[in-house]
């Protein structure tokens, strides 16, 4: 039988810690998880040995104790960082890639700022904003590109990054600068202008745009920020705010009820369009994902994105907001990364339930842009394209040469856009 180093010699369930960590109060501990490349297994070190590792040399002296201990360190010391790397699981498929560079037949000529797909449609089709301020209708099936509108005046900088935001139905197209203050709703059927967006300008830079579409009762609804710590709820077709509230003036000492410190940044509505996921932060700065049930919100509670009973917190990470995520079903979202700290994640998706805000589980290894169609991909230009079992968190496929942006899910391909004029397509299937 193993000696342990701590007070239970009879514990059968054992654990690993550098030699230093033994000698120490586990409430004046510093420590590191390292991983060591088995399955999620991790060990305990201290700072001394943490450098040792960095400078290259993982002979490192362990001791056993036993779990409970273990878990004290954990608990009552202070997480300073992850080292090493956990195990990727691989699982041989049949899956492949195949690829085709579609070229219109006509160019665009204008720089291409924002596109997103019409997933309406079974065919690749897709609608596009350029720096001239025009709305395109591509058409890759066709091999034909033309366009919708000329988009009316607003206060939008073309010379920024856009975000395009459309409705499922393709009636409505939402368009922002991603790290703006301005944007503008356009009906795409009569090609009016419709709503003009404008949140306040504190800490901008730092927050993508808030915006989404969701669909409840075969009506279309905006989500769209207006005050850094505020979102709203109007009608597209009227322009008409729906969440109309007040919050009290500040007194001193004393913050007014529904008081929100936070700052609302990427949105993303579940398939069933029932739960929103706000990827957004809070002063220090740390990252924290909320979410909450966009119907409750609608037709029950003005303040459930505040202080609602379905509002929950998801993860929190030092410094890191706005990262990749997607939704896996109507209740359940992958989310990028794996630790606490922006210098220590680690490529992994965590898998959380939304309506109770718990992680149910990671799994190593994706890197890159999230998206979901029965697989969770990862896309980056770096590392290239991945495909995951969700369930079992093993790698089916990767591909290092397939780096796509954007995925349509009616056609169920994938898009990079290449020029003006060409467009690589990429699908995935069974040899």
């Known amino acids: 039988m193993r000696k342990l180093y701590c007070p239970h010699q009879d514990a059968t369930a054992i654990k690993l810690v550098c030699v230093h960590l033994t000698d120490r109060p586990p409430d004046r501990t510093d420590y590191h998880k390292w991983f060591i490349g088995k399955a999620h297994d991790y060990r305990l070190i201290c700072q001394d040995c943490h450098k040792q590792f960095d400078e290259g040399n993982s002979d490192i002296e362990l001791r056993t104790i036993c779990a409970d201990c273990f878990a004290n360190i954990e608990t009552e010391g202070c997480f300073d960082g992850l080292v090493g790397q956990p195990e990727i699981y691989e699982r041989a498929t049949s899956l492949a890639f195949s690829s085709e560079i579609v070229t219109l037949r006509v160019p665009i000529n204008e720089k291409l700022l924002a596109i997103q797909p019409l997933e309406s449609q079974r065919e690749s089709v897709w609608i596009g904003i350029t720096e001239e301020e025009n709305v395109w209708y591509i058409d890759l099936a066709s091999h034909s590109a033309s366009v919708l509108t000329h988009l009316p005046a607003s206060s939008i900088n073309f010379k920024q990054p856009l975000l395009l935001r459309l409705s499922s139905d393709a009636q409505y197209a939402a368009i922002a600068n991603t790290h703006g203050q301005h944007g503008i709703v356009i009906d795409l059927a009569t090609e009016k202008a419709t709503m003009h967006l404008q949140r306040d300008n504190y800490y901008i830079q730092h927050s993508d745009f808030p915006l989404t579409f ?115 079903d109507n209740r359940t979202l992958a989310v990028w990364g794996y630790g606490e700290d922006d210098i220590w994640l680690l490529p992994a998706a965590a898998i959380f339930d939304v309506v109770s805000g718990k992680e149910l589980r990671w799994f190593a290894g994706p890197q890159g842009n999230f998206f979901f169609d029965d697989y969770l991909f990862s896309c980056s230009d770096e590392h290239g394209t991945a495909v995951w079992d969700i369930k079992t968190g093993e790698r089916l496929l990767y591909d290092r040469n397939i780096c796509p942006t954007h995925y349509h899910h009616g056609a169920k391909q994938f898009l990079r856009v290449l020029s003006d004029r060409a467009f690589e397509i990429i699908t995935l299937k069974l040899i």
């Open 214 to 328: 969701f669909e409840q009762d075969d009506r279309t609804f905006l989500v769209h920020g207006t005050l850094w710590n505020r979102l709203d709820i109007s009608d597209p077709q009227t322009g008409r705010l729906l969440t109309e509230r007040t919050i009290q003036p500040y007194e001193k000492g004393k913050l007014p009820e529904h008081h929100l410190d936070y700052f609302h940044c990427g949105l993303t509505v579940s398939p069933d369009q029932e739960w929103i996921v706000n990827n957004g932060w809070i002063w220090m700065p740390i990252g924290i994902l909320t979410t909450w049930n966009v119907k409750r919100w609608l037709n029950e509670n003005l303040w459930e994105s505040e202080d609602g009973p379905s509002k929950r917190q998801i993860g929190h990470r030092w410094y890191y907001w706005d990262g990749p995520l997607c939704w896996v």
